[in-house]
C-alpha cells in the first residue's frame, strides 16, 4: 500500500521537512503546495511518518 499526504493535515504553508528526509527522493513540491509521494520511487520506509510534524502521511 502506498504512503499518502493528507491535503486537509498538511498547512502546505512552508517547505516540506519531508523532502530531505526521503532517503530515494520520492517526495516533491511545488512551491508550498501540497508534497506528492511519487509511488514508483517511495521505498515505504516510514521516515517521512516519523517526521511528519502535522501527522499528515499515511499508508
Known amino acids: 500500500m502506498a504512503l499518502s499526504i493528507s491535503p ?13 528526509v ?10 508550498f503546495g501540497l ?4 509511488e514508483d520511487k517511495c521505498i515505504e520506509c ?3 511518518m516519523k517526521i ?3 501527522k499528515a502521511v499515511s499508508n
Open 8 to 20: 486537509v493535515a498538511c498547512p502546505q504553508n512552508h517547505r516540506c521537512p519531508l523532502i530531505q
Open 22 to 31: 526521503c532517503p530515494v527522493g520520492a517526495i516533491s513540491q511545488e512551491g
Open 35 to 38: 508534497p506528492v509521494i511519487d
Open 46 to 48: 516510514g521516515k517521512c
Open 52 to 54: 511528519c510534524p502535522m
